[in-house]
């Protein structure tokens, strides 16, 4: 499968409901560049770690944007800086990322009680990235693959005072009823994943019941969208389904990609690329 161009990606994405570059006040900072160090912290009494990066672009400008990058299940931060992509894409557009490691390797999601509470742990590293880096409070994101996309679909839900926009590969879940606001929702996923099928229903407890269009239909509902999903018909493996009519300008997007298995996209499509084109239209409103 060959790369798909960036512009026809941006046409896909924008032609089917207008993005709008958002415009939030600027406040002028003193940043210093963080070249991927590896931050400690304590949340809900446990020591805690994340990688940050910092471009080193960003010196005397304004707040950066945030995002919060996870990695699957088994794996681990420094893994998932390596390849994501989102630090060299963070290094050419200027914004922050938070790689965050989970607890022996895993999220916990669906929530089970004894574990991490990793909600508070997302919510208590934006307070110490907060505190040391200069960021826009208003401009914070999540986005993972597999067990981390999992868990920032968690994130949208339980955060979203704090999250302006989720974007899950390979890992789409909806874990509602969710209180708070309508969220901005994009995700990536392959027809050919067989770890989390497209179908939904792998016997693995509660981790992947619902296929992942009922998970989308669950964001639509919780963002008050037209009922009715719409399927782009353009030729190709990539096709881009929508929800439309959300409220408060968010918007519902599944990118669904044929052939395509359990992976982080690098080649079919960027997907750290279309992660931050679609966060860039969507602060916290």
């Not at 707040?63 to 699957?72: Q, R, W």
């Not at 990536?188 to 099928?197: R, V």
């Not at 493996?237 to 408060?248: D, F, K, N, T, V």
């Given at each position: 499968?060959?790369?798909?161009?960036?512009?026809?990606?941006?046409?896909?994405?924008?032609?089917?409901?207008?993005?709008?570059?958002?415009?939030?006040?600027?406040?002028?900072?003193?940043?210093?560049?963080?070249?991927?160090?590896?931050?400690?912290?304590?949340?809900g009494g446990r020591t805690r770690t994340y990688r940050l990066f910092v471009p080193p672009a960003a010196a005397g400008r304004t707040a950066l944007p945030l995002i919060f990058d996870l990695h699957g299940t088994g794996g681990d931060a420094a893994g998932r800086a390596g390849k994501s992509g989102f630090e060299a894409l963070a290094a050419r557009e200027g914004f922050a990322v938070a790689t965050l490691q989970g607890e022996d390797a895993r999220w916990n999601v669906p929530v089970v009680s004894g574990r991490a509470d990793d909600v508070q742990y997302v919510s208590d590293v934006i307070?110490?990235?907060?505190?040391?880096?200069?960021?826009?409070?208003?401009?914070?994101?999540?986005?993972?693959?597999?067990?981390?996309?999992?868990?920032?679909?968690?994130?949208?839900?339980?955060?979203?005072?704090?999250?302006?926009?989720?974007?899950?590969?390979?890992?789409?879940?909806?874990?509602?009823?969710?209180?708070?606001?309508?969220?901005?929702?994009?995700?990536?996923?392959?027809?050919?994943?067989?770890?989390?099928?497209?179908?939904?229903?792998?016997?693995?407890?509660?981790?992947?019941?619902?296929?992942?269009?009922?998970?989308?239909?669950?964001?639509?509902?919780?963002?008050?969208?037209?009922?009715?999903?719409?399927?782009?018909?353009?030729?190709?493996?990539?096709?881009?389904?929508?929800?439309?009519?959300?409220?408060?300008?968010?918007?519902?997007?599944?990118?669904?990609?044929?052939?395509?298995?359990?992976?982080?996209?690098?080649?079919?499509?960027?997907?750290?690329?279309?992660?931050?084109?679609?966060?860039?239209?969507?602060?916290?409103?």
């Amino acid at each position: 499968m060959h790369l798909f161009p960036a512009l026809a990606l941006m046409s896909l994405l924008c032609t089917l409901s207008p993005l709008t570059q958002a415009q939030t006040p600027a406040s002028a900072c003193s940043l210093a560049p963080v070249a991927g160090e590896m931050r400690e912290l304590t949340s809900g009494g446990r020591t805690r770690t994340y990688r940050l990066f910092v471009p080193p672009a960003a010196a005397g400008r304004t707040a950066l944007p945030l995002i919060f990058d996870l990695h699957g299940t088994g794996g681990d931060a420094a893994g998932r800086a390596g390849k994501s992509g989102f630090e060299a894409l963070a290094a050419r557009e200027g914004f922050a990322v938070a790689t965050l490691q989970g607890e022996d390797a895993r999220w916990n999601v669906p929530v089970v009680s004894g574990r991490a509470d990793d909600v508070q742990y997302v919510s208590d590293v934006i307070d110490h990235v907060a505190a040391r880096v200069c960021i826009d409070p208003a401009r914070v994101y999540a986005t993972g693959f597999s067990g981390g996309g999992r868990m920032s679909s968690l994130l949208g839900c339980r955060l979203n005072h704090r999250i302006a926009a989720i974007a899950p590969v390979g890992g789409l879940r909806w874990s509602g009823p969710c209180p708070g606001r309508a969220v901005p929702v994009l995700t990536i996923h392959g027809l050919a994943d067989t770890t989390n099928p497209y179908e939904g229903h792998a016997d693995r407890g509660g981790e992947w019941v619902e296929s992942v269009p009922e998970a989308l239909a669950g964001w639509a509902s919780h963002n008050h969208c037209q009922p009715k999903l719409v399927q782009d018909q353009r030729p190709g493996p990539l096709q881009m389904l929508r929800y439309a009519g959300c409220s408060a300008g968010t918007e519902v997007r599944l990118l669904r990609i044929d052939g395509m298995g359990h992976i982080w996209p690098r080649t079919e499509v960027d997907a750290a690329e279309t992660a931050w084109q679609f966060f860039k239209a969507h602060p916290l409103q």
